[in-house]
């Protein structure tokens, strides 16, 4: 498989429990979030998006929340299951002054079974 | 099915060659962008495009050629000075706005023989 995912933080969780990961971003301008997954060998996949207008949004089985204060995002997956097992970054979009996207590197997830 | 696709899957360089990776979409989408990825990093951007036949710099362009003559195809050349092209390259499309998602290839893999 793919390098993609070394020396990042990992999260390992058991089949059926909830996870959560963190992301903490770095430009307290940016008003749109996007939660991606990235399995081995794949591209990132959208997961799940937010605008800095709001502060909760769910999605089938993920939840994404948004603390402007602290600029602290997190992806919340329920009953997490053995397909959820990959890499999983945010990223932060900046329209001030143009296009900008940031990425974070990333938080792999284990799922246990 | 609409996606983009982005071909080789692995592609391998010689000393002193350039090599040109391919991205196409058939997402209608105006924006098209080009990324690197190194083991435990963030994505960082090469160069984007926002209309055809005009595309920017992003940050780490050094070393790197693209062309957009149509919308649907936006391909990177990895030149023979830019002096560590082993990566994972990503190329992801997008409807132009500042609270769009991009949508990403499956990525090649390149490599140093």
């Known amino acids: 498989g793919e390098s993609v995912g070394l020396h990042l933080p990992t999260l390992s969780v058991q089949e059926g429990d909830n996870s959560i990961i963190n992301c903490a971003y770095s430009?307290?301008?940016?008003?749109?979030f996007i939660w991606y997954k990235q399995e081995s060998g794949k591209g990132p996949q959208f997961i799940i998006d937010i605008r800095s207008n709001m502060d909760k949004r769910q999605g089938q089985r993920v939840t994404v929340l948004l603390n402007k204060t602290v600029k602290h995002l997190s992806l919340q997956i329920a009953a997490t299951q053995p397909g959820d097992s990959a890499v999983y970054f945010c990223a932060e979009n900046l329209s001030t002054g143009g296009f900008k996207t940031i990425f974070g590197a990333g938080t792999r997830l284990f799922v246990k079974a | 099915d609409g996606g983009i696709t982005q071909s080789p899957k692995y592609l391998f360089r010689k000393e002193g060659q350039n090599v040109t990776l391919s991205c196409e979409q058939n997402l209608n989408h105006d924006a098209m962008y080009w990324y690197r990825q190194d083991p435990g990093q963030g994505l960082r951007l090469i160069y984007y495009?926002?209309?055809?036949?005009?595309?920017q710099k992003g940050d780490i362009a050094e070393g790197y050629s693209v062309s957009r003559e149509k919308k649907e195809s936006f391909p990177l050349t990895v030149t023979s000075a830019q002096k560590n092209p082993t990566a994972f390259y990503l190329c992801?499309?997008?409807?132009?706005?500042?609270?769009?998602?991009?949508?990403f290839g499956d990525g090649t893999r390149l490599s140093i023989l």
């Open positions: 430009n307290s301008a940016s008003d749109y």
């Open positions: 495009s926002q209309i055809v036949n005009d595309f």
């Open positions: 992801a499309s997008s409807i132009l706005g500042a609270h769009q998602p991009q949508h």
